[in-house]
C-alpha cells in the first residue's frame, strides 16, 4: 500500500492529474461528475477504477470514510462525491479549486 501511496501523491503533484477521482464503470453520478468537470475546462481526471480494482475501494474507504462513487479530489484537497462537487460549483468555488 505505501508504493501506491507514493504514487497518489506524486500524481497528485503533476498539474495532468490535478483531478482525481474514484469511480466505476457504470456508476451514472461519476459521470456527471466527469461532465460537470470538463464543463469547467478540466482535460484530465486520473480514474481509479473500484470495480476492477477491489483493493482500491478499500483504501478509498480508509481515506475518505465513504462507501460510494465518485469520490473526488482537486489538487490534493477532498472535495466528496457528486452532491459535494455540484455544490462547489453552485457557491461559485469550484473554478477558483481548480484554478489553484
Known amino acids: 500500500m505505501e508504493a501506491r501511496w507514493i504514487a497518489y501523491c506524486q ?10 477521482m474514484y469511480t466505476t464503470g457504470f456508476c451514472p453520478y461519476c459521470k456527471m461528475a466527469e461532465s460537470l468537470l470538463r464543463s469547467k475546462g478540466v482535460e484530465v481526471i486520473k480514474k481509479i477504477r473500484i470495480d476492477l480494482e477491489p ?3 478499500v483504501e478509498m474507504m480508509d ?6 462513487v465518485p469520490q473526488i479530489y482537486i489538487g490534493g484537497h477532498y472535495v466528496g462525491g457528486y452532491d459535494d462537487l455540484t455544490q462547489l460549483d453552485r457557491k461559485g468555488e469550484l473554478v477558483a479549486l481548480l484554478a489553484m
Open 11 to 20: 500524481a497528485l503533484k503533476n498539474p495532468m492529474s490535478k483531478v482525481i
Open 63 to 68: 481515506k475518505t470514510g465513504r462507501r460510494t
Open 55 to 57: 483493493d482500491q475501494r
